[in-house]
């Protein structure tokens, strides 16, 4: 990055600034002066981008978009809000955030909720990957899954529905994750394309049942999927979670553990089974003997 080129970034910015702040002229309305402004903002922000100052960037297309809102450009305005979180995602989460959802708020008037869904995708990302806020993730996906299904993209409403439920279930919110997970099994069923995966929800179902150490919800709920898809009853994720249910209702670890590493053996357990796994262990170790 040359002096010359940060000089200038700073220079259009500068320009920018003054034209938004001026007067309109005798042959000019405000809303032309706010379309200058927005552009001088947008070439700023594009210079900031390429010489790496992504703060500077996202602080330019910020003001971009408030000048487009200014003069009634609603869709470069929301557009400008877009390529400012993008700059902000950067090293500045919670920047990033802001600027999505006012990106969200223009396609939402917009009737645009195909849109809206992706940029509540992307915040549900950054709450998750970068400040670690697993409720706030959470609430993202499910809003994001609701706008996905009212436009009738069932697969990808299902995907944040799924990351919801597993977020549940890491805070332990396990009622709230069984329903998810059942909501997502119920419309995979419906397509030879998903019915494979269902085994997969309702495994994880049956877990968060049995980390409640809600044995009789459990010994339930693992009927009530076997009445809904019978060629459940046959795959090893119902053997497994059912040895599962028998070891934690008899208080037997050794069962637990061999339950465990026999399923391991062939489907090799993913962070998720693992930690939910690991609280259902220590739950035998607490309360032995459950019924």
């Not at 009853?233 to 670890?253: L, M």
């Not at 069962?255 to 930690?275: C, H, R, S």
Request: glycine letters at 4%; hydrophobic letters at 40%.
């Amino acid at each position: 990055m040359s002096n010359k080129e940060r000089d200038d970034a700073f220079k259009l910015l500068e320009k920018a600034n003054k034209k938004a702040a001026s007067s309109a002229g005798w042959f000019s309305s405000a809303s032309t002066k706010y379309e200058e402004a927005g552009d001088l903002f947008q070439q700023a922000a594009n210079v900031f981008k390429l010489l790496k100052m992504f703060k500077e960037a996202g602080d330019a297309f910020s003001r971009e978009a408030e000048c487009r809102e200014k003069c009634s450009e609603t869709s470069e305005a929301s557009n400008a809000w877009w390529n400012a979180s993008k700059a902000y995602k950067r090293g500045f989460p919670d920047l990033a955030i802001q600027a999505l959802n006012q990106t969200i708020q223009h396609l939402v008037k917009g009737g645009r909720f195909r849109q809206a869904a992706d940029r509540e995708k992307e915040i549900a990302q950054i709450y998750l990957q970068e400040t670690n806020d697993l409720q706030r993730a959470c609430d993202s996906f499910l809003r994001a899954g609701e706008w996905y299904a009212g436009e009738d993209a069932t697969a990808t409403a299902n995907q944040c529905y799924k990351d919801a439920a597993d977020l549940c279930a890491d805070m332990e919110q396990f009622p709230q994750a069984i329903s998810l997970y059942e909501r997502v099994a119920d419309h995979s069923l419906g397509s030879n394309l998903t019915k494979y995966s269902v085994k997969e929800y309702w495994l994880k179902a049956l877990l968060c049942a049995i980390a409640m150490q809600d044995i009789v919800t459990a010994r339930r709920a693992a009927q009530k999927y076997v009445s809904q898809d019978n060629a459940f009853s046959s795959t090893r994720e119902f053997k497994f979670a059912n040895a599962i249910i028998e070891a934690v209702d008899a208080g037997d670890i050794e069962a637990f553990t061999g339950a465990v590493f026999e399923f391991d053996q062939i489907t090799k357990l993913d962070n998720w089974k693992t930690a939910i796994l690991l609280k259902i262990k220590k739950g035998i170790q607490d309360e032995p003997g459950l019924t």
